[in-house]
């Protein structure tokens, strides 16, 4: 069974910063990508990023420069590093990971970016 457990999100300033962790256990598979979707009322679960085994890293265009994710295999944990927050970052942030045979989700932790 896997699991993906979340943590780091929470309440913060705009401008301010946060990291979030998602740490995965249980995977019998190779792992093809960790990254982080997140969803705001009212609209669509949307990529943020994600890191690909052997290839490049992908990000939405409104966190370019702002956000970096990275990975440590060793722990099977990925990491959002996100600065320079902004309101419209707003969201239920989600663990993703893709094996081989199928994806997973984490149960999301909230971010919340208001002064």
């Known amino acids: 069974q896997v699991q993906l457990v979340e943590s780091g999100g929470g309440l913060v300033q705009p401008g301010g910063s946060l990291i979030l962790s998602c740490a995965a256990s249980?995977?019998?598979?190779?792992?093809?990508?960790m990254g982080w979707y997140r969803q705001a009322p009212g609209k669509q679960r949307e990529l943020v990023a994600k890191?690909?085994?052997?290839?490049?890293?992908e990000y939405t265009d409104s966190v370019k420069g702002r956000f970096t994710i990275s990975r440590d295999n060793a722990k099977s944990t990925v990491y959002l590093l996100m600065n320079n927050l902004k309101p419209e970052d707003t969201a239920v942030y989600y663990c993703?990971?893709?094996?081989?045979?199928?994806?997973?989700w984490g149960q999301g932790t909230q971010v919340t970016v208001s002064s």
């Open positions: 993703n990971l893709v094996t081989v045979l199928r994806g997973y």
């Open positions: 249980g995977s019998r598979f190779s792992i093809k990508t």
């Open positions: 890191t690909t085994t052997g290839g490049p890293s």
